[in-house]
């Protein structure tokens, strides 16, 4: 009988541009063995999201950058194979940051349980986990939509942008989104509901965003920045609110960017530009956690993932990302 090996994936050199496969590095070993407090976990699922990209630059940030040779880390949902933690017994499912990895050692406390009853286990890592939770509290605490506002969100087909968009729709706004393909569009607007949503890539964007905000822009949830965001700041109201989420169109860009400088427009409409990271409201985790599964209990929050199969397609699913190629949450099944 073949004994059971880890593999994981490790940063290998730092990306300059669009990262590539060569930037990473594949490696296999024994299983690791958890101490006192620890348990071993084998991956079911786990997480490449965007932001991912910045941490392999070595810069300061809200977190500290990815070490080179060390395994890249991020969100993963997975079965406890081993225990010797009393929190946990073989068998549980757990979420956690554990990493690009088939195995992982980790301590209880840096661990959650997953219901299995509530939802699909990789619920943990897109609506009802940290995805859910930064649509939830970006949206509601910053933005603050009110009822009957126009609300615009980029990046609207993404795991973040999703949500975002149900919620303000929830919440009695008109919804804009912005998004990268016609597939996408329809998703948007046929499935979620959104009033209106607009291909990035039409040549007339900056009018067809006018004609479809006609009462300007209240809300605009910004998941990308660069010149997309540059032609919604120019239809913002009074007292406007702009949630900074992530800023997709830069991360791979190799010199500074240099665009239209919007601290006028901001000042003329008396508008508030606020950046944020869901671990701000850590302290307030369950309060977002349960209307979330609330909502979606209801039918009023859907959801999409888009699941690539295999360990091996890791690197791959994380590039696409680039490219625009998910469609909501982007997952990687660990075989």
Known sequence: MTQETSKRIILAKRPVGMPTIEDFQFEE??????????????????????????????????????????????????????????????????????????????????????????????????????????????????????????????GAAGAVGTVVGQIAKIKGCRVVGIAGSDAKIRYLIDE??????????????????AKECPNGVDVYFDNVGGEISDDVMLLLNKHARIPICGQIALYNMTKPDFGPRMQSQLLITSSLMKGFIVSDYLQRFEEGAIQLAEWVKEGRLKYREQIAEGFENTVDAFLGLFTGENLGKQLVRVK
Do not use: C
């Not at 979620?192 to 965003?209: E, H, M, P, Q, S």
């Open 29 to 154: 070993g024994p299983l690791p063995q958890p101490g006192e407090g620890e348990v071993l976990i084998r991956t079911s699922y786990l997480s490449v999201d965007p932001y991912m990209r910045g941490r392999m630059n070595d810069r300061k940030s809200y977190v500290p950058p990815y070490e080179l040779g060390k395994v890249i880390l991020g969100g993963a949902v997975g079965e406890v194979i081993l225990s010797q933690a009393d929190e946990f017994q073989v068998g549980d499912i757990v979420v956690g940051n554990l990493g690009w990895q088939t195995h992982a050692v980790a301590k209880a406390n840096q661990l959650k349980k997953v219901d299995e009853q509530l939802a699909p286990i990789t619920t943990a890592l897109g609506i009802l986990g940290m995805t859910g939770l930064t649509a939830y509290f970006g949206l509601l605490d910053i933005g603050q939509p009110k009822a009957e506002e126009t609300v615009v969100v980029s």
């Open 192 to 209: 979620l509901g959104f009033d209106a949503a607009i291909n990035y890539k039409a040549t007339d964007r900056r009018a067809v965003l």
